[in-house]
C-alpha cells in the first residue's frame, strides 16, 4: 500500500454513532451508559460533592458519610435504579395514588444510604432557590401526578416533552424531595424514555443545565412562568442532537475508531484509557489535534465523556486484553486533569474491588500536580502520577503549562513524602530548538532525587487530517527536521515517531550520571514498576531472552484471545505462532499474550494498527469490552 492510500478511509464500516437514531431503539446497555453519563455530568453528589446549601436544615437529613462514599453510594443507586426503570417499562398504573408510590419508591432507592431513614418529602423552604413553598407543596404534588397518570395513558404524547416536563416539575421547580430531586428526576424521565424506545438526552454540563433552570418560583407570574417553562423545553429538546462530529465521522481504521468511542483505545505496554477525551490546555504540538476523531476536543474546551469512572471498572473487567498486573492509563488522549474527581472515584471504586489488586493506575497530566493528586497518591499505593515536560515550550507559545509550575508540583509531592519512583516524567519532545533547556531541566530532576526519567524525541502523526499541512507546521516549529523523514521506518499513522539518535541518548546520560534516562516505556515500566511486560514489538523480538514456556501452554493462551494456532514453534528467543489464513494477530493481541507468558510471541499474520474489522473480532471474544460503545453487535 502506498502512503497515500493509508491515509484514505476505509469503505467497509460498523456504523459508530454513539446515540442510535430515532427509529432505532437503544439496548438496555446504551440506556444504561447513558443515563450514569448524565449523572456524571450533572449530579454533584456524584461528583463527591455534598450540596447542603438549599436550605439550612438540609445537613440534618444527611448521613454521617463523607463525600466520597456519598459519591459511590448515589452512582451505585442510580445504576441500580435505572436497571430496575428499564425492567419496569412496560408497566402500567391504575390510579394517580400508584403512581406517586412507584415514584416514590424510586426517590427512596436513590437515597438509600445518603439520606436519613425516613426523610423523604422536602419540609423546609429554599432561600437559594425559586421552590414551591412547602406549605403548597401537598397541592403541587396531586396537580403533578394527576396530569403525570393522563398523559402517561395519551398515546400521542410527545416523549421528549413528557420527560422535560417532569423533569421541570420534580427537580428544578417542585423539588419534591428532601435530597436527590435531580438523579430521581432524571431516573424518571428516562424510564419515560424508555417506555417510548426513545434514546435519552445527552446532557452538556450542569452549568448549562441550571442556567436554563427556572428564577420565579412556579405559580407566582403566568407569564413569566410560561416563558421560563418554554425556555426550559427548547434547551432540553436540543439535548437530543447529535453533535455533528459524531454524525458524519468515518474511520480510517480500528484504531481510529477506538478512540474515538471507546473507554480504551489500544493495548500496548499500557491500556491507553480515559474518562473524557480531550483536553482544554491546546498544546500547538499536540498529537491529538492531528486526529480526526479528537481534533475538535484539543484546545476549544470541548471534552467528549467516553466512560463514568463505574463504566471504566465494567469495561475492564470484562476485557480479556486486561491482564490482573496491567497498567491503565488515564489522560492517555487528553489530560487527567481535566477530570480530578472522577479519577479520585475511580481508584476509590478499584480500592474495594479485589479484582483490581495489583493493577496500576497511571494518570497523565501536563498540567501541575494539584494538591487532590497529592492526597490520592498519599491513600491509594497502586495510583501513580505522570507528567510531560516540554522544555521551553510555555516562552514559545507552544503551551500555556508553564514548566516551572510542573516543576513546582513534582517538588510538593516529594515534600509530602511520595517515593519518586511513583511518578513518571517524561522530558520531551526534545529537539534543537529547546535541547539546552532539556538539559537544565534534566539536571534539575536529577538534583531533586529522580532516579528515573523518560526522554522522548519527536512523535508526530496524522489521521485523514491534511498530512502535509500539518507537516509543515511541526517542521516550522522545529519539532522535525526535513532529513529524518527519509528514515525507513514506516508507520500507518505516524511519520515520525519519538525520534531522538542513539548518540543523543548517550550524551544526554553522561550529564545526569545519577539518573538513568529511558528511552523507551517499557524499561521503565519493567524495571521501576515490575510490571510483565511482553517481549515483542511491532512483530519483532525486542527483548531477547530464553523461552520458558512449553508450546502447549502457548498454544493455549492463544487461544483465549479467540485466535487458533495452526502450529506453534518454539525458538531460542521467541514463539513463532502460525494462524490460518484470514486470522491476524493485532499488536494489541500480541502484546497482551507476550505481556502474560512474559516472552516474546511471532505471528505470521499481524497487523500493527486494528482495522474495522478486527475491532469486531475484539467485540465478539470480550477482547475489548464494546458492547456499550459500538452499535451493531
Ligand atoms: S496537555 Fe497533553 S493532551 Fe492537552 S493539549 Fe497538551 S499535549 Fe495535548
Redesign the pocket.
Given at each position: 500500500m502506498n502512503e497515500q492510500e493509508k491515509f484514505q478511509p476505509q469503505i467497509e464500516s460498523i456504523e459508530t454513532s454513539k446515540i442510535p437514531s430515532k427509529d432505532k431503539i437503544p439496548s438496555k446497555e446504551e440506556y444504561l451508559k447513558q443515563a450514569l453519563e448524565n449523572l456524571q455530568i450533572t449530579s454533584r453528589t456524584a461528583r463527591g460533592v455534598v450540596d447542603v446549601s438549599a436550605s439550612k436544615d438540609k445537613n440534618r437529613e444527611m448521613q454521617d458519610i463523607n463525600e466520597q462514599e456519598a459519591a459511590n453510594r448515589a452512582t451505585a443507586n442510580f445504576k441500580e435504579v435505572i436497571e430496575q426503570l428499564y425492567k419496569q417499562r412496560n408497566r402500567q398504573f391504575e390510579n394517580p395514588e400508584e403512581l406517586q408510590t412507584f415514584v416514590e419508591d424510586i426517590a427512596r432507592h436513590i437515597n438509600k444510604a445518603i439520606t436519613k431513614e425516613g426523610i423523604l418529602i422536602r419540609t423546609h423552604d429554599s432561600d437559594k432557590y425559586p421552590y414551591t413553598k412547602v406549605k403548597d407543596l401537598p397541592k403541587e404534588m396531586r396537580q403533578f401526578y394527576e396530569e403525570f397518570f393522563v398523559r402517561l395513558q395519551n398515546p400521542t404524547e410527545d416523549p421528549e416533552k413528557l420527560a422535560g416536563w417532569v423533569e421541570y416539575r420534580i427537580n428544578l421547580t417542585d423539588h419534591f424531595f428532601a435530597d436527590g430531586c435531580s438523579k430521581t428526576a432524571k431516573a424518571i424521565s428516562s424510564w419515560i424514555l424508555m417506555r417510548y424506545g426513545h434514546r435519552l438526552p445527552q446532557y452538556r454540563s450542569r452549568e448549562e443545565l441550571y442556567q436554563h433552570a427556572p428564577t420565579q418560583i412556579r405559580g407566582t407570574n403566568p407569564e413569566v412562568n410560561q416563558k421560563e417553562f418554554e425556555l426550559w423545553m427548547k434547551y432540553y429538546k436540543s439535548l437530543f442532537k447529535s453533535p455533528e462530529s459524531e454524525k458524519t465521522l468515518e474511520y480510517t481504521n480500528g484504531e481510529e475508531m477506538l478512540l474515538a468511542l471507546s473507554p480504551v483505545f489500544k493495548r500496548r505496554y499500557t491500556h491507553d484509557g480515559d474518562l473524557m477525551l480531550?483536553?482544554?490546555?491546546?498544546?500547538e504540538?499536540?498529537?491529538?489535534?492531528w486526529i480526526s476523531a479528537s481534533k475538535d476536543y484539543?484546545?476549544t474546551g470541548k471534552l467528549k465523556r467516553l466512560a463514568t469512572p463505574e463504566q471504566m471498572v465494567e469495561f475492564l473487567k470484562n476485557s480479556k486484553l486486561f491482564l490482573p498486573k496491567d497498567i491503565l492509563i488515564l489522560?492517555a488522549?487528553?489530560?487527567a486533569?481535566?477530570y480530578p474527581q472522577e479519577v479520585i472515584q475511580f481508584l476509590s471504586l478499584l480500592e474495594k474491588d479485589p479484582y483490581f489488586k495489583e493493577n496500576i493506575i497511571l494518570a497523565?497530566?501536563?498540567?501541575p500536580a494539584s494538591e487532590t493528586m497529592k492526597k490520592a497518591l498519599l491513600k491509594y499505593p497502586n495510583f501513580r502520577f505522570g507528567t510531560?515536560i516540554?522544555p521551553k515550550a510555555y516562552e514559545l507559545k507552544w503551551?500555556k503549562?508553564k514548566e516551572e509550575a510542573q516543576i513546582a508540583g513534582l517538588k510538593r509531592l516529594l515534600e509530602a513524602g511520595i517515593d519518586p519512583d511513583r511518578i513518571s516524567i517524561e522530558i520531551g519532545p526534545l529537539n534543537s530548538e529547546n535541547i539546552d533547556e532539556g538539559i537544565k531541566t534534566l539536571k534539575q530532576l536529577e538534583k531533586m532525587g529522580f532516579k528515573n526519567v523518560m526522554v522522548r524525541g519527536v512523535a508526530f502523526g496524522t489521521f485523514g487530517v491534511d498530512r502535509d499541512k500539518e507537516l509543515k507546521k511541526m517542521v516550522d516549529l522545529g519539532f522535525i527536521d526535513p532529513s529524518i523523514l527519509e528514515s525507513p521506518e514506516k508507520h500507518e499513522y505516524y511519520v515520525v515517531k519519538n525520534f531522538l539518535t542513539p548518540d543523543a541518548y548517550r550524551k544526554l546520560q553522561e550529564i545526569v550520571p545519577k539518573m538513568k534516562i529511558h528511552r523507551h516505556t517499557y524499561t521503565y515500566y519493567r524495571e521501576v514498576w515490575g510490571v510483565p511486560i511482553a517481549l515483542n514489538r511491532d512483530n519483532k523480538v525486542r527483548i531477547s531472552e530464553l523461552t520458558i514456556h512449553s508450546e502447549d501452554k502457548v498454544r493455549e493462551t492463544v487461544e483465549k484471545y479467540g485466535l487458533k494456532p495452526e502450529k506453534v514453534s518454539k525458538r531460542d528467543d521467541h514463539y513463532f505462532i502460525e494462524l490460518p489464513s484470514g486470522q491476524v494477530a493485532t499488536e494489541d493481541i500480541a502484546m497482551t499474550i507476550g505481556a502474560e507468558l512474559e516472552s516474546a510471541v511471532i505471528f505470521n499474520n499481524y497487523r500493527r494498527t486494528a482495522s474495522l474489522e478486527d475491532v469486531k473480532f475484539y467485540q465478539k471474544h470480550s477482547l475489548f469490552y464494546l458492547d456499550p460503545y459500538l452499535k451493531n453487535k
Amino acid at each position: 500500500m502506498n502512503e497515500q492510500e493509508k491515509f484514505q478511509p476505509q469503505i467497509e464500516s460498523i456504523e459508530t454513532s454513539k446515540i442510535p437514531s430515532k427509529d432505532k431503539i437503544p439496548s438496555k446497555e446504551e440506556y444504561l451508559k447513558q443515563a450514569l453519563e448524565n449523572l456524571q455530568i450533572t449530579s454533584r453528589t456524584a461528583r463527591g460533592v455534598v450540596d447542603v446549601s438549599a436550605s439550612k436544615d438540609k445537613n440534618r437529613e444527611m448521613q454521617d458519610i463523607n463525600e466520597q462514599e456519598a459519591a459511590n453510594r448515589a452512582t451505585a443507586n442510580f445504576k441500580e435504579v435505572i436497571e430496575q426503570l428499564y425492567k419496569q417499562r412496560n408497566r402500567q398504573f391504575e390510579n394517580p395514588e400508584e403512581l406517586q408510590t412507584f415514584v416514590e419508591d424510586i426517590a427512596r432507592h436513590i437515597n438509600k444510604a445518603i439520606t436519613k431513614e425516613g426523610i423523604l418529602i422536602r419540609t423546609h423552604d429554599s432561600d437559594k432557590y425559586p421552590y414551591t413553598k412547602v406549605k403548597d407543596l401537598p397541592k403541587e404534588m396531586r396537580q403533578f401526578y394527576e396530569e403525570f397518570f393522563v398523559r402517561l395513558q395519551n398515546p400521542t404524547e410527545d416523549p421528549e416533552k413528557l420527560a422535560g416536563w417532569v423533569e421541570y416539575r420534580i427537580n428544578l421547580t417542585d423539588h419534591f424531595f428532601a435530597d436527590g430531586c435531580s438523579k430521581t428526576a432524571k431516573a424518571i424521565s428516562s424510564w419515560i424514555l424508555m417506555r417510548y424506545g426513545h434514546r435519552l438526552p445527552q446532557y452538556r454540563s450542569r452549568e448549562e443545565l441550571y442556567q436554563h433552570a427556572p428564577t420565579q418560583i412556579r405559580g407566582t407570574n403566568p407569564e413569566v412562568n410560561q416563558k421560563e417553562f418554554e425556555l426550559w423545553m427548547k434547551y432540553y429538546k436540543s439535548l437530543f442532537k447529535s453533535p455533528e462530529s459524531e454524525k458524519t465521522l468515518e474511520y480510517t481504521n480500528g484504531e481510529e475508531m477506538l478512540l474515538a468511542l471507546s473507554p480504551v483505545f489500544k493495548r500496548r505496554y499500557t491500556h491507553d484509557g480515559d474518562l473524557m477525551l480531550g483536553c482544554r490546555y491546546g498544546c500547538e504540538f499536540c498529537y491529538y489535534r492531528w486526529i480526526s476523531a479528537s481534533k475538535d476536543y484539543i484546545g476549544t474546551g470541548k471534552l467528549k465523556r467516553l466512560a463514568t469512572p463505574e463504566q471504566m471498572v465494567e469495561f475492564l473487567k470484562n476485557s480479556k486484553l486486561f491482564l490482573p498486573k496491567d497498567i491503565l492509563i488515564l489522560g492517555a488522549r487528553g489530560d487527567a486533569s481535566m477530570y480530578p474527581q472522577e479519577v479520585i472515584q475511580f481508584l476509590s471504586l478499584l480500592e474495594k474491588d479485589p479484582y483490581f489488586k495489583e493493577n496500576i493506575i497511571l494518570a497523565l497530566h501536563r498540567g501541575p500536580a494539584s494538591e487532590t493528586m497529592k492526597k490520592a497518591l498519599l491513600k491509594y499505593p497502586n495510583f501513580r502520577f505522570g507528567t510531560t515536560i516540554t522544555p521551553k515550550a510555555y516562552e514559545l507559545k507552544w503551551t500555556k503549562i508553564k514548566e516551572e509550575a510542573q516543576i513546582a508540583g513534582l517538588k510538593r509531592l516529594l515534600e509530602a513524602g511520595i517515593d519518586p519512583d511513583r511518578i513518571s516524567i517524561e522530558i520531551g519532545p526534545l529537539n534543537s530548538e529547546n535541547i539546552d533547556e532539556g538539559i537544565k531541566t534534566l539536571k534539575q530532576l536529577e538534583k531533586m532525587g529522580f532516579k528515573n526519567v523518560m526522554v522522548r524525541g519527536v512523535a508526530f502523526g496524522t489521521f485523514g487530517v491534511d498530512r502535509d499541512k500539518e507537516l509543515k507546521k511541526m517542521v516550522d516549529l522545529g519539532f522535525i527536521d526535513p532529513s529524518i523523514l527519509e528514515s525507513p521506518e514506516k508507520h500507518e499513522y505516524y511519520v515520525v515517531k519519538n525520534f531522538l539518535t542513539p548518540d543523543a541518548y548517550r550524551k544526554l546520560q553522561e550529564i545526569v550520571p545519577k539518573m538513568k534516562i529511558h528511552r523507551h516505556t517499557y524499561t521503565y515500566y519493567r524495571e521501576v514498576w515490575g510490571v510483565p511486560i511482553a517481549l515483542n514489538r511491532d512483530n519483532k523480538v525486542r527483548i531477547s531472552e530464553l523461552t520458558i514456556h512449553s508450546e502447549d501452554k502457548v498454544r493455549e493462551t492463544v487461544e483465549k484471545y479467540g485466535l487458533k494456532p495452526e502450529k506453534v514453534s518454539k525458538r531460542d528467543d521467541h514463539y513463532f505462532i502460525e494462524l490460518p489464513s484470514g486470522q491476524v494477530a493485532t499488536e494489541d493481541i500480541a502484546m497482551t499474550i507476550g505481556a502474560e507468558l512474559e516472552s516474546a510471541v511471532i505471528f505470521n499474520n499481524y497487523r500493527r494498527t486494528a482495522s474495522l474489522e478486527d475491532v469486531k473480532f475484539y467485540q465478539k471474544h470480550s477482547l475489548f469490552y464494546l458492547d456499550p460503545y459500538l452499535k451493531n453487535k
